[in-house]
Structures are given as C-alpha cells and as structure tokens.
C-alpha cells in the first residue's frame, strides 16, 4: 500500500510539474492571480515528491520485500540505520533523492523569494518546473522505485558491505543537495535571461543558493574524500575516479560562480558571465549524475550497466544542456554591460579566479569525458588517471592558490600603489618555507615543495583581509572568506605534506614480529575472531610506541554472509601530527599475515581544511541571509 | 585608466575564449601521454599492445589460478577475457573484492615476456558492477 501511495504521489507531482510550467508560461495578463498560483503549486509539487520519499523511506525501514528495490538491496537483518541510508544507496532511490530536493528547492524559492519581480519569478519557477519534469519522466519511465517483486523474498540481497557505513548515511544527500542547489541558480539565471532582467537583483536572489549549495558540495566532497580513505583501505585520498570528478566539477564551477556573482551583486560587473557560470554549474552536475547513473565509465562507483537509464539521462542532458545555451547565445545581446574596472582591482582579481578555475574545470572535464570522445570516435578503450591530472591540475590550483594571497586584499574598482606591505607577509613566509624546504627535505617533488610553500604563505595572507579593520563591525561574509582561504591553505598544506611525507610498509609478518615505520615501532600481537551484527572478522592486534605510551591498532578483515563479501577495515590512529594507517591482509600458507602500514603526517589537515571551507562559506551565508533580513525590515519601516 | 565598458566586455570575452582554448591546448598534451589505455588478454594474443606503457588490462580472474608466492606478499594470477588469457603478477594486498571468477581491472605494464606487472588492482566496487568491456563479452556469448 505505501508503495503505491509513494507511486501515485510522484505521478501527481509530475502533473504539478507540467502544470507549473503551462502557467509560467501564461504568465502575462493577470499576473498577481497567476503568481500566487504557480507558487502553490510549486509547494504543492515539492510536498507530494517528500512524500514519495517518505513512502521509500517506510518500505526499506519495514523491510517490505515485494517492493523489488528492498529485496535486491536491503536486508531484514540489516541495522536500521543501514536500512535507512540504503533507501538512496542503489540507483532508483538516489534519483528520487534528486527529484526529491529538486522539487523542495523549487518549493522554497516560491515560498520566500519576494524581491524579485514577478514576471522574473515566474520564468525562474517555470524553468526549475522543466527541469523537475525531466527528472520525474526518467524516475517513472526508466526507474521506478516502487515496482513490485512476485513472489516476494524472505529476506533479500543486502546491502553491499562497503556502503554500510555511517559516511553513507551523510555522504549522498549532502552531495545531493549541493548539486541540486545549483539548479535554482540555473533557474534564475534562465529566468534572468529569459525576461532580459540580468543585475544585481538576480544575482543577490541567486547568492544564497549558490553559497548552501557550494557549502553542501564542499562538505560531501570532503566526507567522500575521507570515506574512500579509511574504507576502500587503500590509503589515498582522491583517487581521481569519474565519480569523484562527477562532483568536483560542479563544485569548481560553483566556486568560480560564488566569486563572480559577488562582483554582480556588489558592483554589476561580469553579468553575462555570470549567468554563464550558473548555466554551467547546473550542467556540470547534471554531467556528473550522468556519468554515475549511466555507468558508462569504467568505475568503481558505478552501480549498474544499464543503456536505457544512460541513453535516457543523456537525452535530458543534451535537452536542458542544449536549451540554456541556445537561450543564453539568443538573449546575450540583451544583458547590459556591467560596471567597468581596472587592471588592479578586486574585480580583475575575481576575474583571474574565474578564469583559473574555468580552465581547472575544462582540464577535469576533458580528461573525465576523454575515454567516452575516445571510444565513440576510434573506438579505443583508455582511462585517464592520477598521472595526467597531477601533472596538469595540481599546478594551476596552486597558481590560484597563490593569487589568493594577493587579491582578496584589493579595492574594488582601482586599487593604488604602494601593493607591496600588503603582501609582504604571504609572500615572505612562502619564500622562507621554500627555502626551508630545499635545506631540510631536499628530495620532495616540486608540486608537494610548492604546495608546502604556497600553503604556508596563504596561512598569513588569507588573514589579512581582516587586519585593521574593526573586527566586531567585520561583516560575517568577510570572516566567512578569510575563515574559507585559510581552510584552502590548511588543506594544501595537508596534501602536499601526504604526498612528500607519507611513509609506507608491506610485510608478511608473524604474531610476536615488530616492525618499524616513521617514527613509530610496531608489534604485531595476534590475530582474533570477533563478531558485529551483521558480520564476523578476524582481528589484528598492533600496538605502536613511539617513545612513551603505547596505542592499540586493531585492523580487521570483515565477511558479510548477505550478499556474501569481505572488507577490509583499516585501523587508524590519529595524533597530532599525523595518522598511521594499518590494513589486515590474508594469511599465507606458513601462517604470515600481510599488514600494509603507512604513517601519513599531517594528513588530517586536508580534511580538516575542507571543514574549515564549508563553515567559512556557512558563516557567509548566514551573513547574508542576517544582513538581507535587516534591510528587509528596515525597508518595511520605512514604507510604513 | 579606465577602459570604456564596451571595450572592456570585448577584453573579457577575448580572455575566457583564450583560457577555454589553453584549457583545451593543456588537456590535449597531457593526455597525449598520461592516458592508461584499457586492454584484453585478446589485444595482448593479437600484438597489438606495447610492453612498459602504462595501461589498464580487463577481465576475469580464471578459477584455480591464484597463486601466493614464498614471500607471502606477491601474488600471481591468470586474467581472461574467455578467449585469451593474461599472467598477472601483484606484490600488495589485494582488494576486498578481488577473488576468482570475479571481473579485475590490473594497472601497469605488460613486460616483453608477457607477464603483465601490476601496481594496482582494482575489484568491482558492487555486486552488479563488471567492466563494460566484460559485460560485452558475456553477452556477446
């Protein structure tokens, strides 16, 4: 019964759909009567797509398996929580998850935008109503959660082992959210053109979506970097795989997006651009959901082979894809030149930003795409990995990493001479580190010597926006950028350290056997079983001294009977410095045990620097949203 | 000096088309050489792949043939794509889900001998997931 009631309230949210896109449509005559209209129905529309969710959300919690998508991927002996968060571990649910904030989305921007005009608006919803009908046709047409299974099973396939984790309960739906938060930026960008209304009003309507959403983004980028990290037991940390990449580019585009449609918001400049920027961010992750839905690419993430969900989905792409920029290459006439500024000036700086990370994003977009553009045109399979975006990636992030130093220091408009005590303290600690570096580690690569450097510099620099000012009447956005900068220097020093520091040891050893990495002495004690709720393991016991005191390491290698897999689970110990990381491999046949131990220093910061990132653009956010609030009332008094 | 609005849109145009151009110029050469190219045991038979380039060969580890050696942390295998098959040997832990009869993907270099050394294995990351150069071949049959 659930199942059907899920079933028919996506249908009825569909039908809201394609009526909220009539209407907009129509809008014109009787604006006031129609606006309100399109406004209830977009909530109507959102309301009746949480439901569906609920409803998928209740058949995996009671393990209803005649609903065929809880027998193929969960289990009536499964821990709730897995039950829960396995609602959108599988294909189906993860779409309706999309559909889902995308209808929200669209619910809360008819809800409280109330300073754009209303013509705007409309196009806006009717906009983010086509975007939502797509979806809604490929979930019913091509995915439907809610099919039936005859007979059903008594207990079902399970989950797969290495999704039951609580980092899978976090990871999707932020990731999900962020991506889908883009779409209202697409959205008003498309309204914006569309009514020829491109300004600062559109891009301040536009600005709190784009901060959640990047905030979203950066944060599940983050809990997906350290997921792979400590599940996969592999020890890296970006593996450069399509999947990953699927939402690093949104989040590069969003990021140049946030920094331009401040200079919109601010000063009115870059306003084409700018609406380019939201067109793309939006398609960068209608991109990624292609390339992880369709399993086209070679992946480890990929779910299922399917043609029809990829030829599907790559319709609605080139569709939406394809529209935006027909649209955007048929209205640009009409969008107004923006403010002008000078060589030296915040506005030339963001643009250098912008560019940077444009041409950051078309290096990870064609070394994504390269092996489906190889096969389709001589047919060669290829995969494109770690070497080639190292080499060409790396440098240029850390050439904006650089220019971070500098510029958020700049005036708007113009900027005078003398430049220099401005960034003088970046630019000396980085030389000093350089220096430093070349004395004390001379055999470091150059990327992971100038990412010690650049990270180091940065550390200072990001804080000097704040200097001088009076740091109680600082507004919010400003801590919230220097908080982010300074996340970005912590996280490079986090990489570069990993990758010229990390230490590493494979052995076949024998209980009572001790072992020595980095600073740390380890003996191995034994190997024992245990058991967890829905699995059992063989335990390694490792306790590491480095000096005084000793921690315990307990690496296992876990079997799951349904389906039936084995995971290895790393043990990792985290000091101040430094993680060391410990895997449990097979006996052999004289009763060694493999154990692959790294001692990684100062890894932490990257992830630690991706928090810091996410809270700077959160406090931003919250800035913002206070400040328009504020003026909002002022300016009700004021009409009273 | 300010530059007039419409001249400094003309400037700004000129520099995104040229860094959307160093972007494409940028990829271009570095993929020339950095892409791994994704092989069969089959391509390997026919002569058709270079020793010591870096690639990525695919397939299914055959039953039977997993081998440990004394050192307890090198293992060796067979890799089939159900036509021909590819000796494969790996020093390292290998993935949780790598066992045989289950699809591999082995990265590194075939050497002249034709035993192809790995310095990574990747295993299928879900149950359903093969490569789909595999997926082809099974339903090819």
């Known amino acids: 019964m659930i199942a059907e009631a899920g079933l028919a309230a996506l249908w009825l949210a569909a039908a809201l759909a394609a009526l909220q896109l009539a209407l907009s449509c129509g809008l014109g005559g009787e604006q006031g009567r129609s606006i309100q209209t399109i406004r209830a129905v977009a909530l109507a529309q959102g309301l009746l797509t949480l439901i569906a969710f609920g409803a998928l959300i209740a058949v995996f919690l009671n393990s209803d398996m005649s609903v065929l998508l809880v027998a193929e991927n969960s289990h009536s002996q499964k821990p709730w929580m897995y039950k829960f968060a396995g609602a959108w571990g599988n294909h189906e649910g993860s779409m309706l998850l999309w559909v889902t904030v995308l209808a929200l989305a669209g619910a809360v921007v008819a809800l409280f935008e109330r300073r754009l005009d209303e013509r705007t608006l409309g196009a806006t919803l009717g906009a983010q109503a086509a975007l939502a009908l797509g979806f809604f046709a490929f979930l019913l047409f091509a995915s439907n959660p809610f099919e039936r299974l005859d007979p059903a099973p008594i207990d079902g396939r399970g989950l797969n082992p290495l999704l039951q984790d609580p980092g899978l309960a976090f990871h999707p739906p932020t990731l999900y959210l962020g991506y889908v938060g883009l779409s209202v930026a697409f959205s008003f960008a498309v309204g914006g053109l569309l009514r020829a209304n491109v300004g600062p009003a559109i891009a301040r309507a536009m600005r709190p979506w784009v901060l959640a959403a990047w905030v979203l983004l950066t944060l599940g980028i983050t809990a997906g970097s350290y997921w792979a990290y400590y599940e996969l037991g592999w020890g890296g940390w970006w593996f450069w795989d399509p999947v990953e990449n699927a939402s690093l580019m949104p989040w590069l585009a969003a990021t140049a997006l946030l920094h331009s449609v401040n200079v919109l918001a601010a000063r009115g400049g870059l306003r084409a651009w700018t609406m380019m920027l939201a067109l793309v961010a939006f398609s960068m992750s209608m991109v990624g959901t292609f390339l992880v839905r369709s399993g086209i690419l070679t992946s480890v993430h990929a779910f299922a082979v399917d043609p029809t969900r990829g030829t599907f989905i790559l319709a609605l792409l080139a569709l939406y894809i394809g529209a935006a920029l027909t649209l955007f290459a048929l209205r640009v006439a009409k969008v107004k030149e923006g403010a002008p500024f000078e060589i030296v000036s915040r506005e030339a700086g963001l643009v250098a930003n912008n560019l940077l990370l444009s041409v950051i994003l078309g290096i990870v977009f064609l070394g994504t795409l390269y092996p489906l553009i190889a096969e389709a045109v001589s047919g060669e399979k290829l995969s494109v990995g770690p070497p080639y975006f190292n080499s060409v990636a790396s440098p240029l992030a850390l050439g904006l990493a650089a220019l971070m130093m500098i510029a958020p220091q700049l005036r708007w408009r113009r900027d005078a001479l003398p430049l220099l005590p401005r960034f003088a303290p970046g630019v000396l600690v980085a030389s000093a580190v350089l220096a430093g570096s070349f004395i004390l580690t001379p055999g470091i690569g150059l990327l992971p010597r100038l990412g010690l450097a650049i990270g180091a510099g940065l550390l200072p620099a990001s804080l000097l926006p704040l200097f001088g000012r009076s740091l109680k009447r600082t507004p919010l956005a400003v801590w919230g950028m220097a908080m982010a900068h300074f996340g970005v220097a912590v996280a490079i020093l986090g990489m570069a350290s990993d990758s010229a520091f990390t230490k590493e040891r494979l052995v076949a050893a024998r209980p009572g056997e001790t072992i020595e990495i980095g600073p740390w002495l380890i003996e191995f004690r034994n190997v024992m079983p245990v058991a967890g709720p829905n699995w059992t393991a063989i335990e390694g016991e490792l306790r590491a001294s480095k000096g005084t005191g000793v921690t315990v390491l307990k690496p296992q290698s876990r079997y799951f009977p349904s389906p039936p897999t084995t995971t290895n689970e790393a043990a990792i110990k985290t000091s101040w410095n430094g993680q060391l990381y410990a895997v449990l491999g097979e006996q052999d046949e004289q009763g060694r045990w493999q154990l692959r131990l790294w001692w990684k220093p100062f890894v932490t910061l990257i992830w630690l620097g991706g928090i810091l990132i996410g809270l700077g653009g959160a406090l931003a956010l919250i800035g913002r949203l206070v400040r328009e609030r504020r003026q909002r009332i002022r300016g009700e008094e004021a009409f009273a | ?141």
């Open chain 2, 1 to 141: 000096m300010m530059v007039k609005p419409k001249h400094q849109r003309l400037i700004l145009v000129v520099l995104a088309v040229a860094a959307m151009l160093g972007a494409v110029l940028l990829a271009m050469w570095g993929l020339q050489d950095r892409a791994a190219y994704f092989v069969t045991p089959s391509d390997i038979a026919a002569g058709k792949v270079q020793p010591d380039k870096a690639m990525r060969l695919g397939g299914m580890v055959v039953k039977g043939s997993l081998k440990r050696d004394p050192d307890g942390l090198t293992v060796r295998f067979t890799v089939s794509d159900t036509k021909f098959e590819t000796p494969v040997v790996f020093r390292g832990i290998t993935p949780d889900l790598f066992k045989e009869g289950n699809g591999v993907i082995a990265e590194g270099r075939l050497e002249s001998n034709g035993l192809f050394v790995a310095d990574n294995i990747l295993a299928k990351h879900d149950e359903r997931y093969m490569p789909p150069q595999m997926a082809n071949e099974v339903t090819a049959r």
